[in-house]
């Protein structure tokens, strides 16, 4: 089992910045591949960014290559996500999951089922 509590959201101005953290806690950190997923209003959820359990490998969705970047501290079984030049589409409830990573297990990390545990979601308000 693993509890995943995200934080750092909030109102920004188009073009402005805001980091994104995921506090995890239960099971091994360090064996869990770790996912951001958006969800704005009548949508559905999009991929964001994902990083491998070692932190080794790296996943960012087209839309926001070259303005947000996922890192991880294992240390402090801590997810970030770095959100620069922000623009008013970013504006969704971001959600943090988790992925536990086993020997023959699929390393897709884009698709939300395959995730295993979600946090609650922080809101990111994007103003033009």
């Known amino acids: 089992q693993v509890q995943v509590v995200e934080s750092g959201g909030g109102l920004v101005q188009a073009g402005g910045s805001l980091r994104l953290s995921c506090a995890a806690s239960?099971?091994?950190?360090?064996?869990?591949?770790m996912g951001w997923f958006r969800q704005a209003p009548g949508k559905e959820r999009e991929f964001v960014a994902a990083?491998?359990?070692?932190?080794?490998?790296?996943y960012h969705a087209d839309s926001v290559k070259g303005r947000f970047t996922i890192s991880r501290d294992n240390s402090k079984n801590t997810v970030y996500l770095q959100m620069n030049s922000l623009k008013s589409e970013d504006t969704a409830v971001y959600y943090c999951?988790?992925?536990?990573?086993?020997?023959?297990?699929?390393?897709?990390?884009?698709?939300?089922?395959?995730?295993?545990?979600w946090g609650q979601g922080t809101q990111v308000t994007v103003s033009s």
């Open positions: 990083i491998s359990w070692s932190g080794d490998s790296t």
């Open positions: 999951a988790a992925k536990a990573v086993w020997a023959g297990r699929s390393r897709t990390y884009d698709d939300y089922q395959e995730y295993d545990y």
């Open positions: 239960g099971r091994s950190f360090s064996r869990t591949a």
